[in-house]
T-cell receptor, first 111, second 117 residues
Framework: QQQVKQSPQSLIVQKGGISIINCAYE??????FPWYQQFPGKGPALLIA?????SEKKEGRFTISFNKSAKQFSLHIMDSQPGDSATYFC??????????FGTGTRLKVLA | GAVVSQHPSWVICKSGTSVKIECRSL??????MFWYRQFPKQSLMLMAT?????????EQGVEKDKFLINHASLTLSTLTVTSAHPEDSSFYIC?????????????FGPGTRLTVL
């Protein structure tokens, strides 16, 4: 029940396309859902986060869509660029408790 | 804002020696810090939760006598890998917890690559 399932494991997108990464959870007590971007050899960097009281949040080219009834949330990267090529992790937490991370998605954006 | 540093960024040591990794929150105070381990092409594995002024809470399967954690101040936590062996070679990442409104956000350090020969 503590798992966060992330898909796909890897994703190849053409420059300018839309990258979509999905995550699903079981624990309805989760109330905070951040997304992190990680480049090789670096620590994860916070991209965007959402709470379940909203269905969508947009920051620049990054959008989180949240479906509370389906217990799913997704990251959309609009106008994907080669510089977006990285590994993306979703996470979920309950209150101030520790994060449960997804397994990661390796995104490659072709020039 | 919300910058977390780690030192060293990489370290190579001989088997049997101990290695200390520092994690600092540079522009905020963090009551709670977390230590993760990451293997190549895998997700982050939480090792322990470090709370300022109290003992760390270790995840199941993590040897607390091998991975010593000290959260000496609101801006510094250290992880000491004692009697390191080649199987301890990994990428160690810390994060610092920042309370932002009703949510807590973890900000990660750049990681430390440990190689044990």
């Amino acid at each position: 029940q503590q798992q966060v399932k992330q898909s796909p494991q890897s994703l190849i997108v053409q420059k300018g396309g839309i990258s979509i990464i999905n995550c699903a959870y079981e624990n309805t007590a989760f109330d905070y859902f951040p997304w992190y971007q990680q480049f090789p050899g670096k620590g994860p960097a916070l991209l965007i986060a959402i709470r379940p009281d909203v269905s969508e949040k947009k920051e620049g080219r990054f959008t989180i869509s949240f479906n509370k009834s389906a217990k799913q949330f997704s990251l959309h990267i609009m106008d994907s660029q080669p510089g977006d090529s990285a590994t993306y992790f979703c996470a979920a937490s309950e209150g101030t408790y520790k994060y449960i991370f997804g397994t990661g998605t390796r995104l490659k954006v072709l020039a | 804002g919300a910058v977390v540093s780690q030192h060293p960024s990489w370290v190579i040591c001989k088997s049997g020696t101990s290695v200390k990794i520092e994690c600092r929150s540079l522009d905020f105070q963090a009551t709670t810090m977390f230590w993760y381990r990451q293997f190549p092409k895998q997700s982050l594995m939480l090792m322990a939760t470090s709370n300022e002024g109290s003992k760390a809470t270790y995840e199941q399967g993590v040897e607390k006598d091998k991975f010593l954690i000290n959260h000496a101040s609101l801006t510094l936590s250290t992880l000491t890998v004692t009697s390191a062996h080649p199987e301890d070679s990994s990428f160690y990442i810390c994060s610092a917890d920042l309370a932002e409104g009703v949510s807590d956000t973890q900000y990660f350090g750049p990681g430390t690559r440990l190689t044990v020969l």
